[in-house]
């Protein structure tokens, strides 16, 4: 992001830093998913919207990402993307994304 935008990594927001880590994903995701949900969407409604709408805007930065054919659950798409984006580093473990999910909504109060 640094290159694209010609800044300097230490001279970079944190909110820009962040936006390229596993856990920046994350949580937009699921902050994503319990907007959706708010507003009376299914769990397997938000998550296929999601799934599309990520697919879209990834498509535009020259970056893909499958849709999703089958019904998914929230912890299912975040292993579906996150292992589409961030596959190439280090391993998330099923474990993280299920405390994470966990973590969001309880900050959240769900």
């Given at each position: 992001m ?10 970079m927001p944190a909110?820009?830093?962040m ?10 995701v699921?902050?994503q ?10 769990d ?5 919207t999601l ?28 292993r ?31």
């Open positions: 640094a290159q694209i935008t010609g800044v300097v990594p230490s001279e909110e820009m830093l936006q390229g880590a596993p856990e920046a994903t994350v949580l937009r699921v902050e998913f319990l907007i959706m949900k708010d507003q009376g969407a299914t397997e409604f938000a998550v296929k799934n599309q709408m990520h697919a879209a805007a990834l498509s535009m930065a020259g970056e893909v990402l499958s849709r999703m054919g089958r019904a998914a659950s929230l912890f299912q798409y975040l579906h993307i996150v292992d589409a984006i961030h596959g190439h580093g280090g391993e998330i473990s099923d474990e993280f994304l299920i405390d994470a999910i966990q973590e969001i909504k309880s900050f959240y109060k769900r």
